[in-house]
C-alpha cells in the first residue's frame, strides 16, 4: 500500500506570497492532519479534517487554512507568508474511527525568504 | 507548563547500550500512547502504539506505561548508529483522539 504523500517537496516564497500544500493519504484513510514543524516550536498542530470537515483546529492564526476533498486528499494555504513560516509542512493520514495512529508523509520544506 | 514534557536531549550513548527514553504528562484521562521516531529531514514513524497500561515489546523496543505515575518510557535493546535519530511522544484520550506531542528527545547512538 503506498504511503502519504506530499508535494512539493521543497518550496521557496517571498514574504506576502501566499502558498498552497497537498497531501495524499494513505488509500482508505480518512482523515488528515496537518503540523507545523520548526527546532525551537517542534511539532505543532495545524488542523485535522475527516470526511470533508475539519475536525479540530490548533492555534494558528486564520492565515492558515485548509481544506479536504472527497477522495480524502486535502490542501493547505497560507496567506501573506511570513519569514516565521519558514518550516517544514507535515501531513499525517490515520483511518479516523477512534484513536488516531497517525501515517505521516516526507513533509513540505517552506523556506519564506 | 505543557501537558507533555519531553527532554530535547541530546541523549548520547555508546553503541550496544540500552536506551531509555521517557515522557511526563498531566492530563490523567490520556489513554493511548504512541512513540514514533523521526530522522533528519524525514516525516515521523510510528514505532510503538499501547492503550492505557502496562508493557508491549517488538523486537528491540519496549514501550512502557505507568499511568500513576503518568510516565511513559521506551527502551531499545542492544541500540544500533541506525537508531539515532528524535523520538517523539504522543498520547490522546477517548473524548477527543487529537495527539498531544512531546517535544522529542534526539538520540545519538556513537559506533
Known amino acids: 500500500k503506498a504511503g502519504v504523500t506530499q508535494t512539493p517537496r521543497y518550496l521557496i516564497k517571498t514574504r506576502g506570497q501566499q502558498v498552497t500544500l497537498s497531501c495524499s493519504p494513505i488509500s482508505g484513510h480518512r482523515s488528515v492532519s496537518w503540523y507545523q514543524q520548526t527546532p525551537g516550536q517542534g511539532l505543532q498542530f495545524l488542523f485535522e479534517y475527516f470526511s470533508e470537515t475539519q475536525r479540530n483546529k490548533g492555534n494558528f492564526p486564520g492565515r492558515f487554512s485548509g481544506r479536504q476533498f472527497s477522495n480524502s486528499r486535502s490542501e493547505m494555504n497560507v496567506s501573506t507568508l511570513e519569514l516565521g513560516d519558514s518550516a517544514l509542512y507535515l501531513c499525517a493520514s490515520s483511518l479516523g474511527q477512534g484513536p488516531h495512529e497517525q501515517y505521516f508523509g516526507p513533509g513540505t520544506r517552506l523556506t519564506v525568504t | 507548563q505543557k501537558e507533555v514534557e519531553q527532554d530535547p536531549g541530546p541523549l548520547s550513548v555508546p553503541e550496544g547500550a540500552i536506551v531509555s527514553l521517557n515522557c511526563t504528562y498531566s492530563n490523567s484521562a490520556f489513554q493511548y500512547f504512541m512513540w514514533y521516531r523521526q530522522y533528519s529531514r524525514k516525516g515521523p514513524e510510528l514505532l510503538m502504539y499501547?492503550?492505557s497500561s502496562g508493557n508491549k515489546e517488538d523486537g528491540r523496543f519496549t514501550a512502557q506505561v505507568d499511568k500513576s505515575s503518568k510516565y511513559i518510557s521506551l527502551f531499545i535493546r542492544d541500540s544500533q548508529p541506525s537508531d539515532s535519530a528524535t523520538y517523539l511522544c504522543?498520547?490522546?484520550?477517548?473524548?477527543?483522539?487529537?495527539?498531544?506531542w512531546g517535544a522529542g528527545t534526539k538520540l545519538i547512538i556513537k559506533p
Open positions: 504522543a498520547m490522546s484520550h477517548d473524548s477527543n483522539y487529537q495527539l498531544i
Open positions: 499501547t492503550y
